[in-house]
């Protein structure tokens, strides 16, 4: 792609956003547009990333955002609603927002969509996340406009503030970190530089298609937080607690934050026994995949941007 072919971002202040407005610049790639509207993450993205064109708007209200979609862009449509107890915003942000995004996307000419959509998609899970982001994937695949679908798993790196990030932080500031239960639930975390790069393939190559992009590693939770206790630095004790109590907790948690970091819903969906779909996404989209200990080590250690915390 030219230098001078415009990518819209939306969800750009997030983790995958974030990372994307670092590695697309190292591309080539000069004409970046990103949309969010986090009151604190959107002036940071402006801050460390000032070639990039940063618009705060809300994509839910129909606004002078719109007139950023032009003849030709590619749009990578990343604006979600991840976690919290109230439908609401789950509402706004992953269906009414798709739906003015994708609508900008049609009158404004945009050649290509690249959707980042969720592995909870094919999940046995039925939280407010699952169910919003299948009614989101639909809608792309509706819209008329040639895209590609891109389903990750559990992901983590530079600018994560939810996932693995909020538990780093976590376990830096307490002497106990809780494990739910026995704590063996097969997860397959993936490293947002892969990710991002496997975004970038597709936006220089126009690609189609739907693909489920899981982590090539699979790890018990537990042996997961052992890596990343170790790879931030942390020296809190892993302390197992029961499945139950751990459920309790979270539920009396919510009852003072509208919008906590891990909910029961997440809880419950974390023990499901399932794994997704390993395809050879490095051969497909031409991406060498990083080490889960050496993405781990990158994410918490390599400066200037494993400094970066972003609010929640």
Not at 84 to 101: S, Y
Not at 129 to 145: D, F, N, P, S
Not at 195 to 215: M, V
Request: aromatic share 8%; charged share 20%; with cysteine.
């Amino acid at each position: 792609m030219p230098a001078t072919h415009r990518v819209l971002i939306t969800g750009a202040a997030g983790l995958i956003g974030q990372n994307l407005a670092v590695l697309l610049p190292a591309q080539g790639y000069r004409d970046l547009v990103g949309f969010d509207k986090h009151p604190a993450n959107t002036p940071t993205l402006r801050c460390l990333h000032p070639a990039m064109t940063v618009i705060e708007a809300d994509l839910a209200e129909r606004g002078p955002w719109e007139a950023a979609f032009t003849p030709g862009s590619t749009l990578v449509l990343g604006q979600a609603q991840i976690g919290g107890t109230d439908p609401e915003p789950f509402r706004r942000n992953n269906i009414t927002a798709t739906e003015n995004v994708l609508r900008a996307a049609r009158h404004g000419g945009i050649a290509h969509i690249v959707h980042l959509s969720s592995s909870v998609v094919n999940s046995a899970a039925t939280d407010l996340y699952a169910e919003t982001k299948r009614a989101q994937e639909a809608l792309v695949a509706a819209c008329g406009i040639p895209y590609a679908i891109l389903r990750p798993t559990l992901m983590f790196g530079w600018f994560d503030r939810k996932h693995l990030g909020w538990l780093a932080r976590f376990m830096r500031k307490s002497p106990l970190f809780p494990i739910p239960g026995h704590g063996r639930f097969r997860r397959q975390p993936l490293f947002a530089g892969d990710f991002c790069a496997i975004i970038a393939s597709c936006i220089a190559r126009d690609t189609t298609g739907a693909y489920n992009i899981s982590g090539l590693e699979t790890v018990d939770y537990i042996d997961l937080i052992r890596a990343l206790r170790s790879a931030c630095g942390a020296r809190t004790h892993l302390q197992t607690i029961p499945f139950a109590l751990f459920d309790a907790l979270l539920g009396a948690y919510a009852r003072i934050d509208r919008d906590p970091p891990f909910t029961r819903r997440q809880l419950a969906a974390l023990a499901i026994p399932e794994l997704f779909e390993i395809i050879d996404w490095p051969a497909i989209f031409g991406v060498t995949p990083t080490r889960l200990q050496d993405a781990l080590d990158r994410t918490f250690r390599e400066k200037p941007w494993c400094d970066v915390e972003l609010a929640f």
